[in-house]
């Protein structure tokens, strides 16, 4: 659970903007990881991420391209994800960089299993993390295809809580705008991979997630006073 969320804000919208590069570490101090939180990222490192983000609306009216989930590993906690380089556990302060806006802020949310699904499903958690490790190194899918050892960051985490029952669901994947047309960017990728695109197919993805009913979210970026 993250605390002192009003001490939060304030030490950040006063100190000066060069201390802004501690906020990463000041966050992570007041941060309470347990296993299985989820955290969601709004990641403007690529053309291609700010494309997902546009198809894939997640809760609060905001946009994610990517999720990893926190296991203990080494004895402290850290991400385990799907990202460019496969399946790999990385620490927290790294995942976290990834989305720093121009303040020092990573773009997150995070989110945990509500308590009353879980008390539900007491193993939920602990079977997804061992399964997640028999997947370590596997690489990222590129094609955004179920079934084929590689994973994407969404259906890495739904294939993981989904082996015993439905936690998360599949629904057809789309590569179009608002105006029912395909980006140009999706074109361009599916073209290099000499692939169709594989709209309607079933998927996943981070916004998707976002609005499973069985979570609960613990903290956004843009309001941390509003959650704990």
Same mark, same amino acid.
């Given at each position: 659970?993250?605390?002192? !969320?009003?001490?939060? *804000?304030?030490?950040? @919208?006063?100190? =000066? ?15 309470? =990881? ?5 955290? @969601?990222?709004?990641?403007? %490192? %690529? =053309? ?14 905001? %946009? ?86 590689? !994973?994407?960051?969404?259906? @890495?985490?739904?294939?993981? !809580?989904?082996?015993?029952? *439905?936690?998360?669901?599949?629904? &057809?994947?789309?590569?179009?705008? %608002? ?18 695109? &594989?709209?309607?197919? &079933? ?26």
């Amino acid at each position: 659970m993250l605390k002192n !969320f009003i001490l939060l *804000v304030f030490i950040f @919208f006063t100190i =000066p903007l060069g201390a802004q590069e501690n906020y990463i570490d000041f966050f992570l101090k007041n941060y309470d =990881p347990k296993e299985g939180d989820f955290i @969601f990222q709004d990641l403007d %490192s %690529s =053309p291609l991420c700010d494309a997902i983000e546009e198809v894939t609306p997640g809760i609060f009216n905001q %946009s994610f391209s990517h999720v990893g989930m926190v296991i203990k590993q080494d004895n402290r906690y850290q991400v385990i994800e799907a990202f460019s380089e496969g399946v790999k556990i990385i620490t927290i302060h790294e995942f976290l960089k990834r989305s720093v806006d121009e303040f020092g802020v990573p773009k997150i949310i995070i989110a945990k299993i509500h308590p009353i699904f879980q008390k539900e499903n007491p193993n939920l958690i602990s079977d997804a993390i061992k399964k997640s490790k028999t997947f370590l190194n596997l690489p990222y899918d590129e094609s955004f295809l179920l079934n084929n050892d590689a !994973f994407y960051c969404s259906e @890495f985490l739904y294939e993981i !809580f989904n082996s015993k029952n *439905v936690f998360f669901e599949l629904t &057809p994947m789309t590569f179009k705008n %608002s105006k029912g047309e395909f980006l140009e960017i999706w074109i361009d990728y599916f073209n290099s991979l000499d692939m169709d695109i &594989p709209e309607n197919k &079933p998927g996943i993805n981070p916004g998707k997630m976002t609005l499973n009913k069985n979570l609960k979210f613990m903290y956004n970026y843009k309001y941390p006073t509003k959650f704990n």
